[in-house]
């Protein structure tokens, strides 16, 4: 079998009405006001490293995101916004160093929440098995298995649920990869798609498969879904009460929809749940299921995702190209298919990208007939005829996003901008899985972004901001760290819920007010409240004769001490924004100035350019209070920054400075020479802008998103050609066996 690519990312066309003319010092007239829109980035940790998040939205308007840390750290992070997406905190279930409980994992997370907003985190050991657990209370406790999963090695898991828990009906469904558990002897030695059901949200137990097919022999035999699979999306318990699950063939160009008819006897957690199970193609009219290397429309590409909205209609996403007898002639582009049966037919593939390069789709869908799409986008297609993603040397990412109000119709319509302030990414990205490691090739975005709706029907996008001075330069240019997971909401624009409106707020700039009464320290199940010196109540950026001056105020400063059981007793109060420089490696800057305090002594004050931590943990933006700067502070709760230009040289006058945003923290020591330097984040505030060297910006004037041009779609049926070689769509990374006496060599997942 050949090593199967894998596509970490790519988005980019720089925005035009945004931060392409920020970089160019002019700022862009503000979009209609109905006009599909954007807001600040949101930056959700302010240290961690982002990759493949995750979003849940409950009723009440909280949002939940999670990232893994990486199987070899056995961590993952879970963070909550309390304020509708205005910030994030750290769960309090999260313990020690990061995830929930005492189970190891970190390769992979899910997360997804049941009718009464339980939540539910699924999370991988390093391929060996799945830790699950299960909250009641936002994430303070949970109650967790280590070793949820009956079929192993285990990759790559997807939640959908029924009901809520504590309900005689309730399940919650995890769909994964059985790796290498395949022994149909016409197929070559590869993975199953499995499927399994909980009572309890932590203990799972197999959907058995009630006619299992030839394909489904092997280790995965008893809840084989099956084994014509490349890559499992993610899956939706329809009207009918059937599960849906998106996934990629085995050529690695095929999508299909598995329909799972749902039998369950017995009571409790000793339940038994079988499932009548169907394949279902659902890109045939692009990519024909045919012997030919004709050119055509073909390849689908990580992942294959699947939406479903209030009337039960289903929408399915996946990206494909243009492939030659040679290969691919032409760049990635998304199609949506629509299926009004509960996933059993599907409607013809309507291409909703316009421009550039365009890949990792992932589709929400709200009322009837409203979709909402994001993907990563480049600005290029190709470089000297090679359309891989590896050559885009020269390539700017952006998350676009594509929202349709009438996706059911027979020609729908789909408005497509680009969500993102500024290019988030530069250079090219590797997609050889494993064997990025060792060409030192740079797949930081991981395999994919996120969108979801909010209780108020805004659309909301998760993905990573991987802009920072944080990189390495290997053989194919700069590499970066993974950057921090980011959030951005919709601000105007027709709603995914049909009747409610977007409340219209200006866009915080140069300045923002907080809320009091929000400073939390959270951690081993607790939510201990911060005292009045760590409450922020305001934060701005102003000019001054050759530098920022940046203010923080909190509600009180009459003692700077902070009390041990805030993570520590060194108190830090910073500002930190982002500088988007064109065609340069990293990016661009993530700079920040504060105060520091240690156990209540003299303030001091610094400046700085985040980099990454030398301690060997997987925290890729590390803050170093060694540089001062002039700095001064009240009993009132006013602290004055006094930045230099000359401290932070990627802000040039009439440029963008993006997502300014106060935190208050705590840390076991100063940030000072500190090669680790973990802060604790207690409060903070929402996002804003800043234009360098203007003391001012119209309230008329404001960065807005950028609508891209274009129609979308309707892909011809009578599009042909699937060639002998796949396109992108295979697992996240390659997992290389060597198999005895046959040396063949299996592409699986990224082990982090």
Known sequence: MDLRRVMAAAAAALLAASAGTAASGSVAQAAKPNALRFGHEVIIDHQRSGFEPDIVVDSKGSIYSSVPNGSSQGESFVWKSPDKGDSFQLVPGNVAFGKPASCVGGGDTELAKDAGDNLYLSDLQNLTNLSNSVSTDGGQTFTASCTSAPNTPVDRMWFASHGKLGDPDFAIYEEYDAVLSGANPNSPIGNQLVETVSHDGANFTPVINSQPSLACLGGGVVNCVTNEESLPGNQIVNKKGELVIAHGGQDGNSVYASVGALTTTGTGQAKITTAKWQDIRVNGDICPDKSSTAPGICGAANFPTIAQDSAGNLYLVNAAQQIGSNGPKGPYQVYVNVSKDGGHTWGKSVQISKTGSN???????????????????????????????????????????????????????????????????????????????????????????????????????????????????????????????????????????????????????????????????????????????????????????????????????????????????????????????????????????????????????????????????????????????????????????????????????????????????????????????????????????????????????????????????????????????????????????????LGLLVARRRLT
Request: glycine share 12%.
């Open 359 to 741: 890949a990792f789709p992932w589709i929400t869908a709200g009322s009837s007939g409203r979709v909402g799409v994001a993907w990563y986008h480049a600005n290029e297609t190709n470089e000297k005829g090679d359309y891989t993603f590896d050559a885009l040397t020269k390539a700017s990412f952006d998350v676009e996003v594509a929202q349709s109000i009438n996706a059911l119709a027979t020609s729908p319509s789909y408005t497509v901008v680009t969500a993102t302030e500024h290019p988030m990414k530069y250079g090219p990205i590797c997609t050889a899985g494993t064997a990025c490691a060792v060409t030192m090739g740079d797949r930081s975005l991981g395999d994919y972004l996120n969108i979801g709706v909010d209780q108020d029907g805004a659309l909301s996008v998760v993905y990573v901001d991987d802009t920072s001075n944080s990189y390495t330069v290997g053989p194919t240019g700069a590499i970066a760290e993974n950057g921090p997971p980011v959030l951005q909401k919709q601000i105007s624009g027709p709603t995914m819920i049909a009747g409610k409106t977007i409340k219209k707020t200006a866009l915080p700039f140069d300045k923002v007010k907080d809320g009091t009464l929000d400073a939390f320290y959270n951690a081993n199940t607790l939510r201990t409240q911060a005292g009045v010196n760590q409450d922020l109540t305001d934060a701005a950026i102003a000019e001054e004769p050759g530098g920022l001056k940046i203010t923080m105020k909190v509600k009180s400063l009459e003692s700077t001490a902070v009390s041990p059981t805030l993570g520590g007793t060194t108190a830090q109060w910073i500002t930190r924004f982002t500088t988007y420089n064109k065609a340069t490696p990293g990016n661009g800057h993530i700079y920040y100035a504060g105060m520091e305090v240690v156990a209540g002594g003299t303030p001091r004050y610094f400046v700085g350019d985040v980099g990454a931590p030398t301690a060997g943990v997987q925290i890729s933006m590390a803050f170093d209070s060694t540089k001062t700067i002039k700095g001064t502070e009240d009993g009132s709760g006013l602290i004055t920054l006094h930045v230099p230009y000359s401290a932070i040289p990627g802000a040039k006058k009439g440029q963008l400075l993006y997502s300014a945003t106060a935190f208050t923290s705590t840390s076991l020591a100063t940030l000072g020479g500190n090669p680790l330097g973990l802060l604790n984040v207690i409060d903070a505030t929402a996002p804003f802008d800043h234009i360098a060297g203007n003391a001012g910006v119209p309230p008329t004037v404001r960065p807005v998103t950028r609508p891209v041009t274009g129609t979308p779609q309707a892909v011809p049926t009578s599009a042909s050609g699937l060639p002998a070689t796949g396109g992108l769509g295979s697992p996240e990374v390659a997992l290389l066996l060597l198999l005895a006496g």
